[in-house]
């Protein structure tokens, strides 16, 4: 039997941001030909984060047309995992960075990690943030007045 029960959140539709964990051999030119992959169909990394270990190495990127590489990754055998970001715009790095991190405190949201953008969306400094709850943080960050950035945002 199906009930019809009403909405108990609401969920934020705030602009969000796919990035692209890459799974790489720990070797001298792999993030290389990921690129040169990328750039062979007309796409630009946007953000991009490396973390290694002895063996292996993850490549965090955003790009310019996630849903071309998600296909192009699937036809190409690239092993790759997909997450949400959201990405604010700095317009004063110094003060905002400290706002931005109490605002999500305040709302108990916990950063996982975080990166720069290689790009300077309408000439200010932008941020990535991977967090325990996108929904939650868009919404907080954009009632403390900051500027989320959508993937359209990104890809002009």
Same mark, same amino acid.
């Given at each position: 039997?199906? =009930? /019809? #029960?009403?909405? @108990?959140?609401?969920? !934020? ?6 990035? !692209?964990?890459? =799974?790489?051999?720990?070797?001298? %030119? ?10 062979? +169909? +007309? ?7 490396? &973390?290694? &270990? @002895? *063996? &292996? ?7 310019? /047309? ?10 190409? %055998?690239?092993? =790759? ?18 706002? #931005?991190?109490?605002? #999500? ?7 996982? !990690? ?8 309408? %000439? ?5 943030? +991977?967090? *325990? /709850? ?10 403390? %007045? =900051? ?7 990104? &890809?002009?």
């Amino acid at each position: 039997m199906a =009930f /019809d #029960l009403p909405q @108990t959140t609401s969920k !934020f539709d705030g602009p969000l941001v796919r990035q !692209f964990s890459v =799974f790489l051999p720990n070797k001298v %030119g792999a993030m290389l030909e990921v690129v040169k992959l990328l750039n062979a +169909h +007309h796409t630009d990394v946007l953000a991009l984060s490396i &973390s290694e &270990s @002895t *063996d &292996s190495a993850i490549a965090r990127i955003v790009v310019s /047309d996630p849903e071309s590489v998600e296909i192009l990754f699937r036809e190409k %055998g690239v092993p =790759f995992g997909v997450c949400e970001m959201v990405v604010v715009e700095l317009s004063e790095v110094a003060g905002q960075l400290a706002k #931005l991190l109490a605002a #999500l405190l305040m709302a108990e949201v916990n950063v996982h !990690f975080t990166y720069p953008l290689l790009t300077r969306p309408r %000439g200010f400094a932008a941020i990535a943030l +991977h967090v *325990d /709850d996108t929904d939650c943080a868009s919404s907080v960050l954009v009632g403390e %007045g =900051f500027k989320t950035l959508s993937q359209a945002d990104l &890809s002009r």
